[in-house]
C-alpha cells in the first residue's frame, strides 16, 4: 500500500494550468525526485504536498489519511528550501529544536534531540553560533536536522543544493542519501538537476508543463525514455534529422549516410521526415560490431572534461557528440580532422514517429 | 583637490552651517538667563517647572501608548500585505501616507465631530476617554513612519520561505509572528518606535485642540511668554530627539543575526 498517494492533483492559478492530473504513489522509506525545467510544476507538486498551496483538484492521502485540506503546522512534513530558510534570530541549536519546542516538548529531550541531530550532521559544536557565521553547505545542514529533528512522516526537499557550489553539491547530495537511507525516512525531492536525481534517487518523476512525462528507475529514465522530452532533457543527446529509406529493415539516411535502427521505424514509409538520438557514451571513435552503424564526418569541437573528453563530430547539417575516456598517453583528436563515427542499431532512439516529408 | 570635491566639500559645509548654527544660536541664547555671563539657570528652571515634569511625563506615557498600538496594528498588517496581498501594497502605501498630506488640524476636527460628547461614541466626554482618542490620534500621525520602517525591515528578510520554514516545524500563526517574525524586524520596529516617540513628544496642534496636557502646548505656552526657557525646551526636544536616534543606532548594532552572511 502506498504511504504517499497523490491523487489527480491538479493546480490552476488565474490563467495558467500548473500542475494537470498528477498521480503517484510512493512507498515508505522511498526516495522519490521530480525533475525537470522552471515552470514544470515539481516544486507547486511539493507545495501542495507540504500544505502551502491547495490543489484545484484532487487528493493528497499519507499513511491512508486525507490530508489535503489540512493546514501545514498539522502535517508532520518536514520541509528544506534552497534558500536555508534558517532563523536568523536563533542560535543553530535553537533553530534545530524549534519544532520540538513549538510541541512543547521537555527541554531535556529537546536538548538531546538537538544534540543527536547535530551530530548527524556532523557539526556538534557548532550549536552555539548563528546562522550567518556558517557557510551555505552548513546551513543547508542545519536545515536538514531542523526538519528532520521533529521526526516527520515525510521528508520534502526543494531544490537544497540549488545555492551551492559543484563540490559542496555533491558531497552534500550524498550526505542526504545516506541519511536518508539511516533513516529510512520517506522523501521528495524536487530538482532540475538530472544528475542529482539520477544518483540520488529510487525512482524519478520527469514533469514538463505541469504533466508527468514519466515516472520511473533512473535506469529506465536514462535508458529507455518515454517521450522526446525525457529523451532529451534527461543526460545528453545527440538528435539526428534525416528520412526513412527502408522501414523493413529500419534504414534511415542522414546527411547522405546511410543508419540503420533495431526499432522505432515501424509503420514508417519510406521518404517520410523523422529524427533519431544518440547518448554520447554509445558513440564511439574506434571499430564497434559488424552490425553497427559507422558515420563518417569532421571533428567540429573538443572539450577537455577532466577524466572524459566530448568530441563533436559534424557530417553536413547534423552534428554528434561522443565521450571518450582521458588518456594521458593519447592525444585527442584534433578539430578539423576527419573522423569516422560506430554506434549499435540498438543505441539509436527513433525520437518522432516519422511524418511525411 | 579636484574641482568635484571641492564642490562636495562646500556643499557639506553649506549643510552643517545650515543646521548648526541655529542650534547653536538656540543654545547660545538659552545660556544668557543671567546678565553678563554664560549660566544653566533657564535649564535650572525648565526642570524644576512641576508642568516640565508632567507634561513630559503624560507625553511619554502617551508616545509608549502610540508605540505599542502602532506596532500591534503595523507589523501583523504589513506582514500579511507582504505575505498574501502584495498586490494591496499600493493602496496601503497610499493610506497610510494620508497622514502627510491632511493637516493634523484636519483630522482633530473630524475627531471631534465625530467622537464629539453627544455622539454615539462620546470620546471627549472624559479625560480618560479623550487620552485614548489622543493616542489613535497619534497612532495615524506615525503611521507613515511606523508602517515604512516596518515594510523596510520586512522586505530586508524572506518572509515567505521563512514563514513556509515555521509552519512545516509545527509553528501557528502567532508563534510565527512572534517568535520568528518580530525578532527579525526588531530594528526595523525600534527605528519607527523611536520616531514615533520623537513625533509624539513634540506634537502640538492634536493634544491643544482636544485639551490635553501635553509637552507640545506646554512648549507653546512657554515660548509665548517667556524668554530664554524656550529656547532651553528647545535644545531639551532635540536632546530627547537625538538620544532616540542614537538608541536605534545602539540597539540595532546588537542585533543578533541580522549581520550580513558571508
Same mark, same amino acid.
Given at each position: 500500500?502506498?504511504?504517499?498517494?497523490?491523487?489527480?492533483? #491538479?493546480?490552476?492559478?488565474?490563467?495558467?494550468?500548473?500542475?494537470? *492530473? =498528477?498521480?503517484?504513489?510512493?512507498?515508505?522509506?522511498?526516495?522519490?525526485?521530480?525533475?525537470?525545467? $522552471?515552470?514544470?510544476?515539481?516544486?507547486?507538486?511539493?507545495?501542495?504536498?507540504?500544505?502551502?498551496?491547495?490543489?484545484?483538484?484532487?487528493?493528497?492521502?499519507?499513511?491512508?489519511?486525507?490530508?489535503?485540506?489540512?493546514?501545514?503546522?498539522?502535517?508532520?512534513?518536514?520541509?528544506?528550501?534552497?534558500?536555508?530558510?534558517?532563523?536568523?534570530?536563533?542560535?543553530?541549536?535553537?533553530?534545530?529544536?524549534?519544532?520540538?519546542?513549538?510541541?512543547?516538548?521537555?527541554?531535556?529531550?529537546?536538548?538531546?534531540?538537538?544534540?543527536?541531530?547535530?551530530?548527524?550532521?556532523?557539526?556538534?559544536?557548532?550549536?552555539?553560533?548563528?546562522?550567518?557565521?556558517?557557510?551555505?553547505?552548513?546551513?543547508?545542514?542545519?536545515?536538514?536536522?531542523?526538519? @528532520? %529533528?521533529?521526526?516527520? #512522516?515525510?521528508?520534502?526537499?526543494?531544490?537544497?543544493?540549488?545555492?551551492?557550489?559543484?563540490?559542496?553539491?555533491?558531497?552534500? *547530495?550524498?550526505?542526504?542519501?545516506?541519511?536518508?537511507?539511516?533513516?529510512?525516512?520517506?522523501?521528495?525531492?524536487?530538482?532540475?538537476?538530472?544528475?542529482?536525481?539520477?544518483?540520488?534517487?529510487?525512482?524519478?518523476?520527469?514533469?514538463?508543463?505541469?504533466?508527468?512525462?514519466?515516472?520511473?528507475?533512473?535506469?529506465?529514465?536514462?535508458?529507455?525514455?518515454?517521450?522526446?522530452?525525457?529523451?532529451?532533457?534527461?543526460?545528453?543527446?545527440?538528435?539526428?534529422?534525416?528520412?526513412?529509406?527502408?522501414?523493413?529493415?529500419?534504414?534511415? =539516411?542522414?546527411?547522405? #549516410?546511410?543508419?540503420?535502427?533495431?526499432?522505432?521505424?515501424?509503420?514508417?514509409?519510406?521518404?517520410?521526415?523523422?529524427?533519431?538520438?544518440?547518448?554520447?557514451?554509445?558513440?564511439?571513435?574506434?571499430?564497434?560490431?559488424?552490425?553497427?552503424?559507422?558515420?563518417?564526418?569532421?571533428?567540429?569541437?573538443?572539450?577537455?572534461?577532466?577524466?572524459?573528453? !566530448?568530441?563533436?563530430?559534424?557530417?553536413?547539417?547534423?552534428?554528434?557528440?561522443?565521450?571518450?575516456?582521458?588518456?594521458?598517453?593519447?592525444?585527442?583528436?584534433?578539430?578539423?580532422?576527419?573522423?569516422?563515427?560506430?554506434? $549499435?542499431?540498438?543505441?539509436? +532512439?527513433?525520437?518522432?514517429?516519422?511524418?511525411?516529408? | 583637490?579636484?574641482?568635484?570635491?571641492?564642490?562636495?566639500?562646500?556643499?557639506?559645509?553649506?549643510?552643517?552651517?545650515?543646521?548648526?548654527?541655529?542650534?547653536?544660536?538656540?543654545?547660545?541664547?538659552?545660556?544668557?538667563?543671567?546678565?553678563? !555671563?554664560?549660566?544653566?539657570?533657564?535649564?535650572?528652571?525648565?526642570?524644576?517647572?512641576?508642568?516640565?515634569?508632567?507634561?513630559?511625563?503624560?507625553?511619554?506615557?502617551?508616545?509608549?501608548?502610540?508605540?505599542?498600538?502602532?506596532?500591534?496594528?503595523?507589523?501583523?498588517?504589513?506582514?500579511?500585505?507582504?505575505?498574501?496581498?502584495?498586490?494591496?501594497?499600493?493602496?496601503?502605501?497610499?493610506?497610510?501616507?494620508?497622514?502627510?498630506?491632511?493637516?493634523?488640524?484636519?483630522?482633530?476636527?473630524?475627531?471631534?465631530?465625530?467622537?464629539?460628547?453627544?455622539?454615539?461614541?462620546?470620546?471627549?466626554?472624559?479625560?480618560?476617554?479623550?487620552?485614548?482618542?489622543?493616542?489613535?490620534?497619534?497612532?495615524?500621525? %506615525?503611521?507613515?513612519?511606523?508602517?515604512?520602517?516596518?515594510?523596510?525591515?520586512?522586505? %530586508?528578510?524572506?518572509?515567505?520561505?521563512?514563514?513556509?520554514?515555521?509552519?512545516?516545524?509545527?509553528?501557528?500563526?502567532?508563534?510565527? @509572528? +512572534?517568535?520568528?517574525?518580530?525578532?527579525?524586524? !526588531?530594528?526595523?520596529?525600534?527605528?519607527?518606535?523611536?520616531?514615533?516617540?520623537?513625533?509624539?513628544?513634540?506634537?502640538?496642534?492634536?493634544?491643544?485642540?482636544?485639551?490635553?496636557?501635553?509637552?507640545?502646548?506646554?512648549?507653546?505656552?512657554?515660548?509665548?511668554?517667556?524668554?530664554?526657557?524656550?529656547?532651553?525646551?528647545?535644545?531639551?526636544?532635540?536632546?530627547?530627539?537625538?538620544?532616540?536616534?542614537?538608541?536605534?543606532?545602539? @540597539?540595532?548594532?546588537?542585533?543578533?543575526?541580522?549581520?550580513?552572511?558571508?
Amino acid at each position: 500500500m502506498a504511504f504517499l498517494e497523490i491523487a489527480n492533483i #491538479q493546480k490552476r492559478f488565474a490563467l495558467t494550468t500548473a500542475v494537470e *492530473r =498528477v498521480d503517484l504513489e510512493v512507498t515508505r522509506g522511498e526516495f522519490v525526485s521530480f525533475l525537470g525545467p $522552471s515552470g514544470c510544476g515539481k516544486s507547486t507538486t511539493l507545495r501542495i504536498i507540504a500544505g502551502f498551496e491547495t490543489p484545484s483538484a484532487g487528493a493528497i492521502r499519507l499513511d491512508g489519511v486525507d490530508i489535503t485540506r489540512r493546514p501545514p503546522n498539522q502535517r508532520h512534513v518536514g520541509m528544506v528550501f534552497q534558500s536555508y530558510a534558517l532563523f536568523p534570530n536563533m542560535t543553530i541549536a535553537q533553530n534545530v529544536g524549534f519544532g520540538l519546542k513549538v510541541a512543547k516538548k521537555p527541554a531535556a529531550e529537546i536538548a538531546r534531540r538537538v544534540e543527536e541531530m547535530l551530530t548527524l550532521i556532523k557539526l556538534p559544536a557548532l550549536g552555539q553560533r548563528y546562522p550567518y557565521q556558517l557557510s551555505g553547505g552548513q546551513q543547508q545542514r542545519v536545515a536538514l536536522a531542523r526538519a @528532520l %529533528a521533529i521526526q516527520p #512522516q515525510v521528508l520534502l526537499l526543494d531544490e537544497p543544493l540549488s545555492a551551492l557550489d559543484a563540490k559542496i553539491r555533491v558531497a552534500l *547530495r550524498n550526505e542526504i542519501r545516506s541519511i536518508q537511507r539511516k533513516l529510512d525516512i520517506t522523501t521528495i525531492y524536487v530538482t532540475h538537476d538530472q544528475e542529482e536525481a539520477l544518483s540520488l534517487s529510487d525512482r524519478i518523476v520527469v514533469m514538463n508543463e505541469g504533466r508527468v512525462e514519466q515516472i520511473g528507475t533512473p535506469f529506465e529514465i536514462y535508458n529507455a525514455p518515454a517521450t522526446p522530452f525525457v529523451a532529451a532533457f534527461v543526460g545528453t543527446l545527440s538528435i539526428l534529422r534525416g528520412h526513412v529509406a527502408d522501414p523493413a529493415r529500419g534504414a534511415l =539516411v542522414i546527411d547522405g #549516410q546511410e543508419v540503420v535502427a533495431a526499432r522505432g521505424l515501424e509503420g514508417a514509409r519510406a521518404g517520410d521526415a523523422c529524427a533519431v538520438a544518440l547518448r554520447p557514451e554509445v558513440v564511439s571513435l574506434e571499430g564497434a560490431a559488424e552490425d553497427g552503424n559507422r558515420m563518417q564526418g569532421t571533428v567540429e569541437d573538443v572539450n577537455f572534461l577532466g577524466s572524459i573528453v !566530448r568530441v563533436r563530430v559534424r557530417f553536413t547539417d547534423n552534428t554528434i557528440s561522443l565521450d571518450t575516456f582521458n588518456n594521458p598517453r593519447l592525444s585527442p583528436p584534433q578539430r578539423g580532422q576527419p573522423a569516422t563515427v560506430h554506434f $549499435s542499431r540498438n543505441a539509436v +532512439l527513433v525520437l518522432e514517429a516519422p511524418t511525411a516529408g | 583637490m579636484t574641482r568635484g570635491r571641492l564642490i562636495s566639500w562646500l556643499l557639506l559645509l553649506f549643510g552643517v552651517l545650515y543646521f548648526f548654527v541655529p542650534l547653536l544660536g538656540t543654545l547660545e541664547f538659552s545660556l544668557r538667563y543671567l546678565r553678563g !555671563r554664560y549660566s544653566l539657570t533657564a535649564y535650572q528652571i525648565v526642570l524644576n517647572d512641576p508642568r516640565f515634569l508632567a507634561t513630559i511625563g503624560y507625553s511619554t506615557t502617551l508616545a509608549l501608548a502610540t508605540i505599542a498600538v502602532g506596532v500591534v496594528l503595523v507589523v501583523p498588517t504589513a506582514y500579511w500585505i507582504q505575505l498574501r496581498l502584495p498586490r494591496l501594497r499600493p493602496v496601503v502605501e497610499f493610506i497610510t501616507l494620508l497622514p502627510l498630506v491632511i493637516p493634523a488640524i484636519v483630522f482633530v476636527f473630524g475627531y471631534l465631530r465625530l467622537y464629539n460628547s453627544s455622539s454615539f461614541l462620546p470620546l471627549t466626554g472624559s479625560e480618560r476617554a479623550t487620552d485614548l482618542l489622543l493616542t489613535c490620534s497619534y497612532v495615524t500621525l %506615525a503611521l507613515p513612519y511606523m508602517y515604512r520602517a516596518v515594510d523596510t525591515g520586512l522586505r %530586508a528578510i524572506d518572509v515567505r520561505t521563512l514563514t513556509e520554514a515555521a509552519q512545516s516545524l509545527g509553528a501557528a500563526w502567532s508563534t510565527i @509572528l +512572534l517568535r520568528v517574525i518580530l525578532p527579525n524586524v !526588531r530594528v526595523a520596529v525600534l527605528s519607527g518606535a523611536f520616531l514615533t516617540f520623537a513625533i509624539v513628544i513634540g506634537e502640538f496642534t492634536m493634544a491643544s485642540l482636544l485639551n490635553r496636557p501635553a509637552f507640545g502646548p506646554y512648549l507653546q505656552n512657554i515660548g509665548a511668554n517667556r524668554a530664554y526657557e524656550p529656547a532651553a525646551l528647545a535644545i531639551i526636544s532635540f536632546a530627547i530627539t537625538w538620544a532616540s536616534i542614537g538608541l536605534i543606532q545602539v @540597539l540595532g548594532r546588537g542585533a543578533p543575526g541580522q549581520t550580513v552572511a558571508r
